[in-house]
């Protein structure tokens, strides 16, 4: 048994948290050796009792094999601190997750990053902002990464697959929960042409203090982190806060004074953040990592012509040609599942293809 999958193990564990397993690295254990361990044994590492007496009856082959096989099963790709896959800007922060699971391009660990945060209701001006930039990080080669909340989150997503660009949501809950619910569309997208990643084992439910531990990873893993819109105890200013603990770079976008969605960002600038007016604000600090080749794997916006959409897209156009369909009729004529049918209509819908009427009707434009 390898010590990756000892380490996926423990993290998993109830009652097994971040430091417990810290105080492994520490003592250079090598963790494949823990399944041998007796419940002496764990004592004698500095374990209470009962915490020892819980990891030697729960840390077996038989349940590694199990947590292994529901993570194939699901398609969910993992990434511990031990692999070399593991982000390195990830591994100089105070506190970097033991594990991380990923559904998509994995190979966007490694990719130079910045991360867009802000409201969950912003003004036409924070949208117009968000936008904006997504478009240009994206045409410069940049992965945007954002947390998938409503708002400015689902914005930036949104632009930069429009665009054909990269990005990473990171979200508060297992890599199998979808929240906010209403963006399961936008999940199986980005898990399609992006990717998805979280901290937490699979099915951990939405819990407000998980989201706080989230901002440390969009922070820890970017170059820099960009707050257009945030009000003055936003959680915004969270990932800001773990940007500048991870010696990062803060960028704000400053908004009117008199806005309340402003006083956030204000703040910022006051403290000493970049201000940004455009998106050559944050492209200029990072020259140095950027080449000239832009790769967009699909069309932006503004291509509209059939030729640039893909197998599955096109499949639906030729069906909306001949009348408009609902959801059911779709799923039903194409036999996909449900989140690829999904997965598919919002793009189109991005593309501006097609549009989504009243009672879950979609009509070619």
């Known amino acids: 048994m390898d010590q990756r999958s000892v380490l996926i193990k423990l993290h998993e564990m109830d009652r097994i948290g971040w430091k417990t397993i810290a105080l492994l690295m520490e003592k250079r254990v090598n963790l494949a050796d823990l399944l041998l361990f007796s419940e002496l044994e764990w004592r004698e590492l500095g374990f209470s009792p009962d915490k020892a007496k819980k990891i030697s009856s729960e840390l077996t082959m038989d349940q590694i094999?199990?947590?292994?096989g529901l993570l194939l099963e699901q398609g969910?790709?993992?990434?511990?601190?031990?692999?070399e896959q593991y982000p390195i800007l990830m591994k100089e922060t105070a506190r970097p997750p033991w594990v991380l699971y990923g559904l998509g391009r994995m190979e966007l660990l490694s990719s130079l990053s910045v991360a867009i945060v802000g409201t969950r209701v912003p003004t036409a001006y924070g949208r117009k902002v968000s936008v904006m930039l997504s478009e240009a990080l994206s045409e410069a080669g940049i992965t945007v990464v954002s947390g998938m909340a409503r708002g400015i989150d689902s914005i930036c997503h949104e632009t930069v697959l429009d665009y054909g660009g990269s990005t990473i949501a990171v979200l508060g809950t297992g890599i199998d929960v979808i929240?906010?619910?209403e963006n399961t569309s936008l999940y199986h997208f980005i898990a399609e042409r992006g990717l998805v990643l979280s901290e937490y084992p699979?099915?951990?439910?939405?819990?407000?203090?998980?989201?706080?531990?989230?901002n440390r990873i969009i922070a820890g893993m970017t170059r820099g982190t960009v707050v257009v819109e945030a009000d003055e105890r936003s959680g915004s200013l969270i990932t800001a806060d773990a940007a500048l603990e991870a010696n990062r770079d803060v960028f704000a976008?400053?908004?009117?004074?008199?806005?309340?969605?402003?006083?956030?960002?204000l703040s910022l600038i006051k403290q000493g953040a970049k201000?940004?007016?455009?998106?050559?604000?944050i492209i200029e600090e990072y020259t140095?990592?950027?080449?000239?080749?832009?790769?967009?794997?699909y069309p932006n916006h503004h291509r509209q012509m059939d030729e640039h959409l893909t197998t599955s897209e096109m499949t639906i156009v030729d069906i909306l040609d001949h009348n408009d369909r609902s959801f059911d009729e779709l799923l039903g004529q194409t036999g996909w599942d449900f989140g690829h049918l999904h997965s598919v209509l919002l793009s189109l819908i991005i593309k501006k293809q097609i549009i989504q009427l009243s009672g879950s009707l979609y009509k070619r434009i």
């Open 65 to 68: 094999e199990h947590t292994n």
């Open 76 to 83: 969910i790709h993992v990434v511990t601190f031990l692999d």
């Open 179 to 181: 929240y906010p619910p």
């Open 202 to 214: 699979i099915g951990t439910k939405s819990h407000p203090g998980l989201f706080p531990q989230r």
């Open 253 to 265: 976008v400053p908004g009117p004074i008199t806005s309340p969605k402003s006083r956030g960002t």
């Open 275 to 281: 201000v940004v007016t455009s998106a050559h604000d």
């Open 288 to 297: 140095p990592w950027l080449s000239n080749k832009v790769n967009h794997t």
